[in-house]
C-alpha cells in the first residue's frame, strides 16, 4: 500500500509535472501540436514513475479526477504563457480518461479552467479512446460533453485509434477531430504488410471523413517516409523528440533544437 499512500500525496506535495511531445506537420515540417504528459518523481518509490504504471491505479482510486484537473490548468497554463512569450500558436493535446468522462463535472471545469488561464478553447484538443464510445448510458452522456466542447471549439482526438474494441460507426455519430494511429501499427509498417495496409486504409478513412491524421511513435525515417507518401498529415515520435520538460518546448518553438 505504500504506492498508493505515495499516490494519494501527489497533489499536496507538487510532485506531478508535465512533459510536452511535438507533434509534427509533415508537410511544411512545424510544430502543430504539443502532447501533455504526465509525469510522477518521487523520492520514496525511487524516482520518475511512468503514467503507465500509476494512471490505472488512480483511476480506481478515483484520484484521476483531481489529477485530470490539475494536468488540464497545467497545460493551459503554460499555453496562455507560450502565448504571453510571443512563441508561435500550437495546439496542446490533453489525455482524458474515460473514467474523467464519468464525471458530470467535466464539461464545467473544463470551461472554469479555460476562463481562468484564458487559453484559447479552437487551441485545446482533448485526447480520449475508443473505450468512451462503448456502453449504452454512458455514450449518451459523452456524446453531448463531446459535442458541447466541440461547440466551444476544443478539438477531439481518438487515442491508439484501431486497437480498441468499438465499432467504426460512433466516427459518424460523434464529434471527433483527429485520429491518432496507434504506434502498434506505425513501429513495423516497412516490413509487416498487414501494418502497412491498415495504416493506409486509416489515412484514407480519415481524408474521406474529413478528419485530421496523427500517425503515433514514428522512430525511423522509412516509417516517415512511408506516412509521407500516403499522406498522413502529422507525426509525433521519438525520430523528431521524446516528451520533453516545458523550458525545452520554448527551443523548439523559437526554432531551435
Ligand atoms: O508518456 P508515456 O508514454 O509514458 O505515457 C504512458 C501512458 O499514460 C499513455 O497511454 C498516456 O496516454 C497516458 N497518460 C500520460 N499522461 C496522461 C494524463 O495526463 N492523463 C491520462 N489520463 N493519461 C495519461
Ligand atoms: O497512449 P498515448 O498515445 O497517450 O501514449 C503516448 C506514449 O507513447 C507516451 O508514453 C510516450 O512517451 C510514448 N512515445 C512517444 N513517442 C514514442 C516513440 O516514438 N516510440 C515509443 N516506443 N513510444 C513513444
Ligand atoms: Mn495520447
Ligand atoms: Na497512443
Partial sequence: LVFENQLRKVLEREELCLYYQPQIELISKRV???????????TTLGGMISPDRFIPIAEEMG??????????????????EWLEQGLPPVRIAVNISSRQFQQPGLLAK???????????????EVEVTESLFIGDDSVRNCYK???????????IAIDDFGTGYSALNYLKRF????????????????????????????????HSLNLSIIAEGVEEVEQLAFLHFHKCEMAQGYL????VPAKQIE???????
Fill in 240 to 243: 523528431f523528440s521524446p516528451p
Fill in 175 to 206: 464529434p471527433v477531430n483527429t485520429l491518432k494511429i496507434d504506434r502498434s501499427f506505425i513501429k513495423d509498417i516497412c516490413v509487416d504488410k498487414d501494418d502497412a495496409a491498415i495504416t493506409t486504409a486509416i489515412i484514407a478513412m480519415a
Fill in 110 to 124: 473544463i470551461k472554469e479552467i479555460l476562463e481562468y488561464t484564458r487559453f484559447p478553447a479552437e487551441l485545446l
Fill in 251 to 257: 527551443k523548439i518553438l523559437t526554432g531551435g533544437s
Fill in 63 to 80: 484520484l484521476i479526477v483531481p489529477i485530470g484537473e490539475w494536468v488540464l490548468q497545467t497545460a493551459c497554463k503554460q499555453g496562455k
Fill in 145 to 155: 460533453m463531446l459535442k458541447e466542447l466541440q461547440e466551444m471549439g476544443v478539438k
Fill in 32 to 42: 502543430a501540436g504539443l502532447e501533455a504528459l504526465l509525469r510522477w518523481e518521487n
